[in-house]
């Protein structure tokens, strides 16, 4: 008899973008005349950047050739690409992080679901509420949590990022072993300080637990107090795993690359309590069940960090912030309380006492607009929307013109 994992059968509907995918279909179809406008999931619109493009068709000719054809490439990434982040993303930074600590991938959503495999299923695990599902729906498939009982799965410990600590959590008040950050945060738009951010570095030392940090967004990052690493901060390497990703900044989302650092001194302890390095584990890990990036995309990847690349890409966030400024502004104007849209492309909306998933039912019929109800993103996100600024400059300033008439 074929027996299943029964840890799925906890899971809550389906996952969270699937669901509004199939609400705005069923939507579209019964009002095939309508224009819908999305501003949900945070799926980026705008091309690729001209010269990760002249890089991929150059890379596709090389696939062509006898003598540049490439099979199989490394699993963890070409050199090429994974010096080029070293470089530029962390050592032009001052930051200490060598290429062979990075792992190159399709996904940070990938890296950031497969990376608890290296833990045991006892682990304390501490998440965010509200979070990027994925976090904890993972941990859920892994057997580390019990039922989902009024709206949260018993034996996870949750962060609550409330209007009342400003969106960033506070430490846990008992101990835990593994602890989700993001920053700036999806969904809340938040960012933390490096005050902030050492004391979680500090934490973790201390009780011998492990951060993975997703710095998915630190492309939108501005402000420049703010860390866009958490290796900024003195101790992180032992205690720390980044994940970073092409496809906010870049436009990758439907062209998949991304990467995960792993710094050699970073920890973890068996049963006996000694220590063995993560490095060694993911290393296996992502040798064994992954094939690695295709070539062209890595060679497009590696174009971000041309000269010409870094001007586009940055063009390219400067766009979706320009939006995230005026969704902010407009909203404002109307009377709503929000986060974000300073440093990240989310904007995180207090609906004034309305239910989130009532909210984005109005919001769709009446204005033709979507966004991602807050609380499918945990029970802190009750009363909440999103509003992403992934679209075009036309879309959003007409989205927000039917806000303004719905509201
Ligand atoms: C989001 O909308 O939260 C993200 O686009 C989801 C993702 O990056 O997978």
Known sequence: MITINENFLKLQDSYLFSNIAGRVAAFQENNPQKNIIKLGIGDVTRPLPPACIAALHKAVDEMAGDATFKGYGPEQGYEFLRQA?????????????????????????????????????????????????????????????????????????????????????????????????????????????????????????????????????????????????IYEIPGAREVAIEFRSFS???????????????????????????????????????????????????????????????????ELTDYYLKNAAIIKKEITALGFSSGGGDNAPYIWIDGQGRDSWDFFDMLLKQAGVVCTPGSGFGKCGQGYIRLSAFNSLENVEEAMNRIKTTL
């Open 85 to 229: 982040i070293a470089d530029n993303d962390f050592r032009a930074r001052g930051i200490e992080v060598s290429a062979d600590e990075i792992f190159i991938s399709d996904g940070a959503k990938c890296d950031t679901g497969n990376i608890q495999e290296l833990f045991t299923t006892d682990i304390k695990v501490a998440i965010p509420d509200p979070v990027y599902p994925v976090y904890l729906d993972t941990n859920v498939m892994a057997g580390r949590t019990g039922d989902y009982v009024d709206g949260r799965y018993q034996g996870i410990y949750y962060l609550e990022s409330i209007k009342e600590n400003n969106f960033i959590p506070d430490l846990p008040n008992k101990d835990v072993d593994l602890i989700y950050l993001c920053f700036p945060n999806n969904p809340t738009g938040s960012t933390i300080s490096r005050e902030g951010l050492k004391k979680w570095v500090d934490y973790a030392v201390e009780s011998k637990a492990l951060i993975l940090f997703d710095a998915a967004y630190e492309a939108f990052i501005r402000d420049k107090t703010l860390p866009k690493s």
């Open 248 to 314: 906010k900044n870049a436009g990758f989302t439907g062209t998949r690359c991304a990467f995960t650092v792993v710094p050699k001194e970073c920890r973890g302890f068996d049963s006996k309590g000694k220590i063995h390095y993560l490095h060694a584990l993911w290393n296996r890990r992502h040798c064994t069940k992954f094939n690695g990036v295709s070539y062209p995309i890595q060679r497009a990847a590696a174009a971000v960090y041309s000269e010409e690349g870094k001007t586009q890409t940055k």
